[in-house]
């Protein structure tokens, strides 16, 4: 229930040692390592990819001249769901929302010049996740580097595309197979990368509510859990290496007790329900992202005070890694001015304020703490309920987390329409505005150049050993494989992405979304 004033008392229902604790013990409520921000600041990215690689390691390069310390991939709508740029379902989308990778090669000039053994790479990626983080082995390996020192993330979570975003080709069963496939390979080999990052971002910006964020991410997790251990990994082998993907939106003091109560259920279900006793396991270390959807096209300079404000609820929850959103974003893929300032704003917070030389200095707050406990209680309602369904998978299969985004987010849309909820430019404060500033658009040509490269690649490569290569992995798929290595053999040929998801849909085959 709302409270205009909060005071100690409603503090009684909290237990200091259990609920609250200290930064760097369990259950991390108060942040999962004990200095926090006092001795390291957080990974500071910009999520970037449009055109062809090059121009992408071009955008690369200029953020981290500006000072971004870990990389962040966007890659295309073909990319994302299995196609290669000459597709003719692929017309006008090649490079549009992310850099196109086709091949191995793509690969290679999308880093070329960075030195990845020593900055940490996170690839927005899922369906065809497994064939991308190949490639970037393979890169890896051309450069005589070891796998162990790789540090970065794949997003690697299916679940939350079958409800909130779409970038799914084949059903939930082969496609939860292929995440374990990356699991086990890189528990044994890439001991510093992070396997998945289970997003609730995506959920957010489909419609949810902060309960409903944590709630259907925590499940996803759990579900990804449950599959790792029944294929015989051990709980420690793997949890280490789970990461999470929260929204930060425009609610400030709830989205700073949202990360705090994420943290804490995320510590109890490892430690109560898997029965881990490795602390590594138990700490939810996550990346945040400024909300999109708070974004408006509407006088759209004021998105930078939006972002800067979601930025410091993530750097007050203690999110370890931070994507500011650019202030253009409603209108286009962002240009450089727009980046930089969205890194300047990260910078100073960084740098400025002083805010990291105290670590959580919001805890103790009656107001944040009851809040963060009261999402707590909340997300083990829905828990226990989709546990009850016969957990996450069931639940998507029958709608049910489906529909409840979009109640929420029908919801939202009737505040707004209702000017309930006030949205400044867009339902109040609005203001007839000219466009001073230039927007980034894609070069069309880059599709052409894109076709092109692609066909002398295809022409140049010995298509006998790449021919050879897809037999072993359509058998290999057949035979319930760990499909990473015979995927990473393919992609060092110059197979392409098409070529391999191919394999994988005739195998599996392809999902069709069910009207509910």
């Known amino acids: 229930m709302k409270k205009e004033l909060y005071t100690p008392q409603d503090l009684e229902s909290v237990d200091f040692e259990n609920d609250i604790g200290y930064p760097g013990k369990a259950p991390y409520t108060r942040g999962v390592y004990d200095a926090m921000y006092t001795k390291q600041l957080w990974t500071m990215r910009q999520y970037a990819g449009f055109g ?11 953020l981290l001249e500006q000072g971004q310390t870990g990389l962040s991939v966007a890659f295309d709508l073909p990319t994302q769901i299995g196609y290669d740029s000459d597709n003719p379902m692929c017309k006008g989308e090649v490079g549009k929302v992310g850099v196109s990778i086709d091949t191995l090669a793509d690969m290679e000039d999308l880093f070329q010049d960075i030195p990845i053994e020593n900055i940490s790479t996170s690839m927005t990626i899922n369906s065809t996740a497994i064939i991308v983080l190949a490639m970037y082995i393979a890169l890896a390996e051309k450069r005589n580097l070891s796998l162990a020192s790789l540090r970065g993330t794949t997003q690697n979570d299916i679940l939350k ?13 082969p496609s939860l197979k292929l995440i374990v496939d990356i699991f086990q390979y890189c528990s ?18 489909a419609g949810s509510n902060a309960v409903q964020e944590v709630a259907f991410t925590l499940a996803d997790g759990i579900e990804y859990v449950k599959l790792a251990l029944e294929s015989g990994l051990k709980i420690d082998d793997f949890a280490p290496r789970l990461s999470f993907f929260f929204n930060s939106s425009m609610n400030f003091f709830e989205e700073i007790a949202k990360f705090r109560a994420a943290r804490w259920l995320w510590s109890n279900i490892i430690t109560n329900r898997f029965h881990s006793t490795n602390e ?24 930078i005070i939006r972002v800067t404000l979601a930025a410091l609820s993530a750097v007050l929850g203690g999110t370890q890694s931070l994507h500011t959103n650019s202030f253009d974003e409603a209108l286009s893929l962002p240009t450089e001015k727009a980046v930089r300032i969205a890194l300047r704003t990260q910078q100073i917070l960084g740098y400025e304020t002083s805010i990291p030389s105290t670590i959580d200095p919001i805890g103790g707050s009656y107001f944040v703490e009851n809040k963060t406990k009261e999402i707590c209680n909340d997300v083990e309602k829905y828990l226990q309920k989709i546990d009850e369904m016969g957990g996450m998978v069931h639940a998507i299969e029958t709608g049910y987390i489906q529909k409840e985004i979009q109640d929420h987010a ?55 050993k790449v021919q050879h290569c897809l037999a072993h992995l359509q058998n290999a798929v057949q035979a319930g494989d760990n499909l ?26 392809e999902y069709t979304e069910s009207i509910f």
């Open 280 to 303: 590594k396991s138990k700490r939810m270390r996550f990346h945040t992202q400024t909300s999109g959807a708070s974004l408006t096209a509407q006088q759209p300079e004021n998105n």
């Open 410 to 464: 029908y919801k939202l849309q009737v505040n707004l329409d209702a000017k309930i909820d006030k949205q400044v430019g867009v339902n109040c404060f609005v203001e007839e505005s000219e466009q001073d500033f230039t927007l980034l658009k894609v070069d069309p040509k880059n599709e052409h150049d894109q076709i092109a490269k692609l066909h002398k690649i295809k022409n140049d490569r010995d298509n006998e």
């Open 161 to 173: 595309e079958y409800v909130a975003r779409g970038t799914y080709i084949f059903p939930p069963k």
């Open 52 to 62: 062809t690689s090059t121009e992408t390691n071009k955008r690369f390069r200029y």
């Open 484 to 509: 990473m290595q015979p995927i990473i053999d393919a992609v060092k040929e110059y197979a392409t992405i098409e070529e391999i998801a191919n394999i994988l849909r005739k195998e599996y085959g």
């Open 188 to 205: 044994q080999k890439m001991p510093k990368w992070n396997t998945i990052s289970i997003s609730g971002y995506h959920i957010r910006e």
